[in-house]
């Protein structure tokens, strides 16, 4: 008898892309060996003022079969993915998470879950960036992003893991932080697997705008794991302790960089610094460590067979 099969989405305000990436579910070969009945794609809208809900109900009155389930939370990913692990069905013993606007290669729920037999407590996904930009300069930094990423992703990314159930059971997701996933690798310790056949396809960012907000994003997670007193002891690869690093030190580390690394480090370290410096003013700001959710960029293409 196959396993239950259950895959949480946290969405917050993505009509242009949950149909997309819902399909790119139903496509998965893991999807299509589990028979109806015996697996969901539960969707968590959290505090979605768009269409995203409407479009959500529509698909699962199209499949017929109580696939495709909706439920409503307060805003906030953390929020949402606390709602999620309590709701999705008690018969699957490994969640899948992943966001609402990327693209899941057809074998990737196979490969996460097949690296789940062991001792693992999460399986991480490769992310593969999809480098169309609005600037000369975002596509440059696009593609070197791309060939730096192409020998795996050694962190545990939100855009697509799984995780043992009675492991994310026991985890106590803070409502206000920032990197949830990094959050959840801290946790699981030396738990974690990273599957490089397991593929997850994004939009990179497409201005530069956007290019910042994630940096500000990823330097003020760290910034929140560093005052919650989470980063000692915690591997060096990890987003939340790499993103507390200085400019200075990143410097100091070029000569070991590969070519390509050297490139993208020139590229990126003037608008780093600035993303830095605004991620401290913005916890200066606040008493409570949070984030002000900043728009997604939205998947305009087809899923890559790669």
Not at 55 to 64: N, T
Not at 77 to 91: I, Q, S, T, Y
Not at 106 to 117: D, P, Q, V, Y
Not at 223 to 252: C, D, H, N, T
Request: glycine letters at 6%; hydrophobic letters at 40%.
């Amino acid at each position: 008898m196959a396993d239950f099969l259950s895959v949480g989405i946290a969405a917050y305000n993505e009509e242009e892309s949950i149909e997309r990436m819902l399909s790119s579910v139903f496509k998965s070969t893991l999807w299509r060996q589990t028979p109806p009945g015996m697996r969901e794609v539960m969707v968590c809208c959290n505090g979605c003022t768009d269409k995203t809900e409407e479009i959500v109900k529509r698909i699962s009155v199209e499949q017929r079969r109580g696939d495709v389930k909706l439920i409503v939370s307060a805003p906030g990913k953390a929020v949402a993915w606390n709602a999620l692990v309590k709701k999705m069905d008690g018969r699957a013993k490994v969640l899948f998470f992943a966001d609402a606007d990327v693209l899941v290669h057809r074998k990737a729920l196979e490969n996460l879950k097949s690296a789940l037999s062991g001792r693992a407590l999460i399986a991480a996904a490769r992310i593969v960036p999809l480098t169309a930009a609005d600037s000369a300069f975002m596509r440059g930094i696009n593609k070197l992003s791309k060939e730096v990423l192409r020998s795996g992703t050694p962190w545990v990314t939100g855009m697509l893991y799984g995780v043992k159930r009675d492991f994310a059971e026991s985890v106590k997701m803070p409502a206000n932080i920032i990197c949830d996933d990094t959050f959840l690798e801290i946790k699981a310790g030396n738990r974690v697997v990273f599957v490089n056949s397991a593929k997850v396809y994004y939009q990179s960012a497409r201005k530069i705008r956007d290019y910042m907000n994630a940096r500000i994003r990823n330097f003020a997670g760290g910034r929140q794991f560093y005052e919650m007193g989470l980063l000692k002891g915690v591997p060096g690869a990890l987003v939340g302790k790499e993103s507390m690093k200085s400019w200075r030190e990143r410097i100091s580390q070029f000569g070991k960089l590969s070519r390509v690394e050297k490139l993208y480090t020139l590229a990126t370290l003037p608008l780093d610094r600035v993303a830095f410096a605004k991620s401290k003013s913005y916890f200066k700001k606040r008493k409570t460590p949070g984030w002000s959710k900043s728009q997604t960029a939205k998947l305009k293409v087809r899923t890559p067979r790669g």
